[in-house]
């Protein structure tokens, strides 16, 4: 049987190649570093907050910080003063206040007991010269589960606050967060320990020093992983402005999910799977990746980044569009080659210029990942209009 969105999309037509992309050299940002996540400053600045590494049955990765302050020319490891720790320990969670401070939030957001939640963040406000913190901030998630296994095997007993924070009109905060609730039970595919995953919506009235749960953005146990990873984008132009989008990971090998809240995220269309059409006779393909990344560019353009696993086994990291706010996507393009870990960040950095991280190796199939070594790289696309 044809469902409705799948008639929606024949309805559509011949998938249109409007958008001119121009690719620029690659770039070394972090040596040595995977897994990549990306920050841009009104002023310029632009920050990689990155993981290296996990240590063997370690609770933490061992994480890593680049800044460029001359338009990304070039890069220098930054890391925090004495008696800051390690510094955020983030997978994007930042925003840049519309009243001026730079807030960075840790990703791992541990059970402090009695289903209450907790971990650090920081500010700043001189374009991460310098941090003010940790300072600490909780939320309570009556359902979570407590007691879970990572992906690694690993006990753990916490929640991701992960990728996106998004500023409201009115300064208050959206946040979105993965992980499971005890009613979450179907194992994943290649760990039955580890159970599928949802994704959530948390909200802050007072600039993130507390936060109050809002609503699943999605629940259902989809593919190999169940919805996890969200990334948010909130659009601010067009016919469909204020709507919240949202993207997620659902396997190694899966495709995308994506949908979309009118309400400031109190509720949510059901999660469906994402494609795009290849060939002017109609014919499509999944969007499959991991880790998405997603940003409203300054004309209304959505830019998504995404990679492939391993598992995939047609290696590389991608970039696609829309141009009709999120309904369709379209014009996926290869922008490397090699085996990745698949996590990227995508920000414009000027009109109609992107730049995108990610991580780039010189693996084959018969090197095992384990021993792989990895580097993240960025490069700039320059996007135009037919």
């Not at 001026?100 to 402090?112: A, D, M, Q, R």
């Not at 179907?186 to 599928?196: F, H, N, R, W």
């Not at 495709?255 to 494609?275: F, K, M, N, V």
């Amino acid at each position: 049987m044809i469902g409705r969105r799948q008639l929606m999309l024949a309805a559509l037509g011949p998938a249109p190649k409007p958008l001119k992309l121009t690719l620029g050299p690659e770039q070394v940002v972090a040596p040595a570093v995977p897994w990549p996540y990306l920050v841009q400053l009104r002023d310029g600045t632009t920050i990689v907050l990155a993981h290296v590494r996990w240590p063997p049955g370690g609770k933490y990765p061992i994480h890593y910080t680049a800044i460029s302050r001359d338009g990304r020319k070039t890069w220098q490891e930054w890391k925090p003063p004495a008696g800051q720790g390690a510094g955020p320990i983030t997978e994007g969670s930042a925003v840049e206040l519309k009243s001026g401070p730079l807030l960075v939030f840790n990703v791992h957001v541990e059970h402090l007991g009695g289903k209450m939640f907790e971990t650090d963040y920081w500010s700043s406000v001189d374009s991460y010269r310098t941090l003010d913190g940790p300072k600490k901030f909780r939320f309570a998630m009556p359902e979570a589960e407590v007691s879970g296994k990572d992906d690694r095997g690993e006990t753990i007993s916490r929640l991701y606050f992960r990728r996106s924070v998004i500023e409201l009109d009115n300064g208050d905060l959206l946040a979105s967060v993965y992980g499971r609730f005890e009613a979450d039970k179907a194992p994943v595919e290649y760990l039955g320990a580890m159970t599928k995953m949802r994704s959530l919506l948390v909200r802050s009235s007072d600039r993130g020093a507390t936060w109050r749960y809002v609503s699943t953005i999605a629940a259902e146990p989809v593919e190999q992983e169940g919805a996890a990873e969200p990334v948010l984008v909130r659009l601010t132009r067009g016919a469909l402005a204020g709507r919240l989008i949202c993207l997620l990971r659902t396997g190694r090998e899966n495709p995308i999910y994506q949908c979309e809240s009118d309400d400031e995220g109190r509720t949510w269309t059901r999660a469906y799977p994402l494609s795009w059409q290849y060939s002017q006779y109609g014919r499509r393909r999944e969007i499959a990746g991991t880790d998405p990344d997603v940003i409203e560019m300054s004309d209304g353009i959505l830019a998504m980044s995404y990679g492939h696993k391993p598992d995939y086994e047609d290696h590389g990291n991608f970039v696609a569009f829309s141009l009709d706010q999120g309904r369709t996507w379209t014009q996926v393009t290869r922008i490397s080659s090699s085996i990745t870990m698949a996590y990227t960040g995508i920000r414009e950095v000027a009109p109609g210029e992107l730049y995108v991280v990610y991580s780039v190796s010189d693996a084959t199939e018969a090197i095992r990942l384990s021993h792989t070594r990895y580097t993240s790289v960025g490069r700039s696309i320059t996007v135009q209009r037919a």
